[in-house]
């Protein structure tokens, strides 16, 4: 299968990793913003969008929820991303002559050990991929990059150490976005369902909404809340709970679920990825 996939970031970031590994036969397109990411898709420009949503670390992508909603896109699958961090340099640079390390303020976060191990300076990049690119284009043997081996094989940089991370487990799931929803899918490793939904403004209405989904057996993976507009009494929850809404038991929890909210929203029907058991 071809195609193209958007993506936010340069080329070599980890959302172009994520776009190699889930949909090897597509053609990356790298976007400034989210936001351009999904209008790409949405003017026939790619087929599908990647998008992060959490981080194992660091927790949820910042305003990616809040902009699920309003896409007009749907969720055909999930891909998680083991972050692998590496020490990028110029070709022919020993790490003995290295002494900044240049990257987004996360990634520095992620690997202090090895920065305080080998004393070496932070510099604070844009992204990943782009602080890669910088230091192919300064050339300078004492100034590095944290990224992915994918950008140091795009800037033609030399990896000087690899996952230096400090946790082993570091992990990003990603959002694929279709402008076509597909609910005649089955995946071996299970369904999963993504929401979005408003309760009634009456006392108790998000435990009795919730009552639904533990009375018929199913399991709710996550809840997250937003502010709607910038109220304190307007709250909008994300949820993914396992199974297929075709589901008798995931059908009756939705119905229940209706009985207590002013809007649902059904963001995907796609398989479960195999990492997330």
């Not at 397109?29 to 087929?47: G, S």
């Not at 796609?270 to 058991?277: G, K, L, N």
Request: charged share 20%.
């Amino acid at each position: 299968m071809t195609g193209r996939i958007a993506f936010q970031g340069e080329p070599g970031a980890y959302s172009h990793q994520a776009c190699r590994q889930a949909r090897p036969g597509f053609e990356a397109l790298p976007c400034r913003t989210f936001e351009d990411a999904i209008e790409a898709v949405r003017r026939k420009e790619a087929d599908l969008a990647m998008l992060p949503v959490e981080n194992s670390t660091y927790g949820r992508v910042a305003d990616i929820h809040s902009l699920l909603p309003e896409s007009g896109l749907h969720i055909i699958d999930e891909a998680f991303v083991r972050v692998h961090i590496n020490l990028l340099a110029v070709p022919g640079t020993p790490l003995r002559d290295v002494k900044r390390a240049m990257s987004h303020t996360v990634l520095l976060g992620q690997c202090r050990e090895f920065l305080r191990e080998h004393g070496l300076e932070t510099v604070i990049g844009a992204d990943t991929a782009g602080s890669a690119q910088q230091v192919a284009q300064i050339g300078d043997p004492a100034l590095a990059a944290l990224a992915s081996e994918l950008a140091g094989e795009i800037y033609g940089l030399d990896v000087l150490a690899r996952h230096i991370e400090d946790k082993s487990n570091n992990t990003t799931r990603f959002l694929i976005m279709s402008r076509d929803a597909d609910l005649t899918r089955r995946g071996d490793a299970g369904m999963m369902t993504s929401i979005m939904f408003r309760v009634r403004n009456i006392p108790a209405a998000l435990y009795k909404a919730m009552g639904g989904f533990a009375t018929n057996g199913v399991n709710m993976t996550k809840l997250e809340s937003y502010m709607v507009g910038g109220s304190f009494t307007a709250t909008q929850f994300y949820a993914d709970i396992e199974g297929h809404p075709d589901d008798h038991n995931v059908q009756l929890a939705l119905d229940e679920l209706r009985y207590f909210t002013t809007s649902l929203n059904l963001l995907g029907v796609y398989p479960a990825d195999r990492q997330r058991r």
